[in-house]
């Protein structure tokens, strides 16, 4: 069973604590921007991304990691995993061209991948691309009279 909080489903094994139903509905917004940002090129989804990334920067200090650079600690506590991708995300998005995160040549996949090269089709081929090997194998070998 889901349910729906803040106009974002939720399962319903989910705790039911208020903080961590709207820290898992701020996770599920994160994605859905992510995707349309690099998707449909969408405005309102960079600008979904930016409130994210000032969330995540507002929240954070900066602390020295191992290699004794500093770096954005993502804050404490339930938001803290969010904050640490989102910032991450944020060096991502910056590092690399937008032709170079594509999403997966499967249309029932939905899945974004990193392709700087740009030349890949799919998220995984084992996967995704098997399995269009797969759809037109079938389709080459089909008995005649089949549509
Ligand atoms: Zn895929």
Redesign the pocket.
Known sequence: MARQVDGVWLPERVSGHPALDAALCDVKRLRFALHAAMVDNSADAAAQLHKFVTGAVRASRYVRDEASALRLDGGAGLRMPLHRFTLSLATLLEQYPRRAIRS???DA???LFLDPSGRRR???MA??GNRAKARRYAQRHKPRGEA
């Open positions: 997966c040549a499967d996949c939905g899945w799919w998220c995984e996967v995704c």
